[in-house]
T-cell receptor
């Protein structure tokens, strides 16, 4: 149980385009999901908290207009990187709250050329 | 925000031996949760073990056990009978009982020697 999927697993896009990443809880409902960014050999940095049916809460320093989050159902949250730049290239991980624990998706590797 | 410190960037262990990863945290709260997550080369974060602060008994999951010292704010992970599949980056994480955000340590890379 407690499986979280992410799609796509990796994406390459051109600078200036937008990219959408989906996070789904497959066997449980998640009113709260989280989006993280991770650089190589570093820890996870929380970007935002996604709440079903309401606006996301962004961490300090994260541009909400650049990283759009939508949590339209109890099993799906999406992160859209708008007008992507090479510095947005990173590994993005989502997690979903299941009881007292967060369960993580497999991550999405984004490369912006 | 709470601070979680993992002072060992890398640890190496012989297969079948035991290794202990250290973690300390800083909080003024009395009610919280602590976690160890494993991130293998696939980069999938996997929950290893969870400890509730109100429980005095140390959590155990098969070959993984913790030494939770609440007064010292210490939460170490012991991996017994290490296996090649244990090679990964291990993250210690803290969560307040009143907030679902996780604060992660910097991670410890564990290498298992055959």
């Amino acid at each position: 149980g407690a499986v979280v999927s992410q799609h796509p697993s990796r994406v390459i896009c051109k600078s200036g385009t937008s990219v959408k990443i989906e996070c789904r809880s497959l066997d449980f409902q998640a009113t709260t999901m989280f989006w993280y960014r991770q650089f190589p050999k570093q820890s996870l940095m929380l970007m935002a908290t996604s709440n079903e049916g309401s606006k996301a809460t962004y961490e300090q320093g994260v541009e909400k207009d650049k990283f759009l989050i939508n949590h339209a159902s109890l099993t799906l949250s999406t992160l859209t990187v708008t007008s992507a730049h090479p510095e947005d290239s990173s590994f993005y991980i989502c997690s979903a709250k299941g009881g007292e624990t967060q369960y993580f998706g497999p991550g999405t590797r984004l490369l912006v050329l | 925000a709470q601070t979680v410190t993992q002072s060992q960037p890398e640890m190496s262990v012989q297969e079948a031996e035991t290794v202990t990863l250290s973690c300390t945290y800083d909080t003024s709260e009395s009610d919280y949760y602590l976690f160890w997550y494993k991130q293998p080369p696939s980069r999938q974060m996997i929950l290893v073990i969870r400890q509730e602060a109100y429980k005095q008994q140390n959590a155990t999951e098969n070959r993984f056990s913790v030494n939770f010292q609440k007064a010292a704010k210490s939460f170490s992970l012991k991996i017994s009978d290490s296996q090649l599949g244990d090679a990964a980056m291990y993250f210690c994480a803290y969560r307040s009982a009143y907030d679902y955000k996780l604060s992660f340590g910097a991670g410890t890379t564990v290498t298992v020697r055959a």
